[in-house]
């Protein structure tokens, strides 16, 4: 697990050298690095998320949880879930999010993002986010996630795989 932190935590989008194609332009290539880091912020949220789900019943058979209870797993991830969630969208808050291809691959993140937010804003830029990348990229998936993201914040404290699950739902975000 501790491999996995460091990689995520040790990685940057100019850490390796690429072969850029004539004609990009810097702007572009900035807009793939915002991408690229929300994707990071994203591995660290669905870590978290998918921890949470794998040791939910283990820790309930083990040791009722309490509100003080830390999940046993936190030693091992050096972002917490929460300072993900808020570095991805505070990514998002500050780009203007527009009709470059590059903003397509969004989906995944914003996703996972909505799916850990808490905060009525921060559901509220997800959301009008996704929307915006519906509407310029005519992304079919995305009225799913939408309707996913709706049921989980309507629905309390469920996990988003169980809702997955429970409607019979396949959801590609690639």
Known sequence: MTSRDTLLRNWTTTETKHTIPKGM???TISRLHMVADCFRDAAYIYL????ARITQDIIIIIEPP???TRPPWNNLISLPKAAA???LLQRIHTCSID???EYSALTFPLFIAGCESETQSDR???FQVLTTLEVNFGI???QRVKELLGI????GKSHWLDVLEELQWDLILA
């Open 25 to 27: 332009t810097a702007a």
């Open 48 to 51: 978290h998320s998918i921890l």
């Open 66 to 68: 309490s509100p003080s």
């Open 85 to 87: 969630v808020q570095r």
């Open 99 to 101: 009709d470059n291809c």
């Open 124 to 126: 509220s830029l997800v």
């Open 140 to 142: 079919r998936n995305v």
């Open 152 to 155: 989980l914040w309507r629905g």
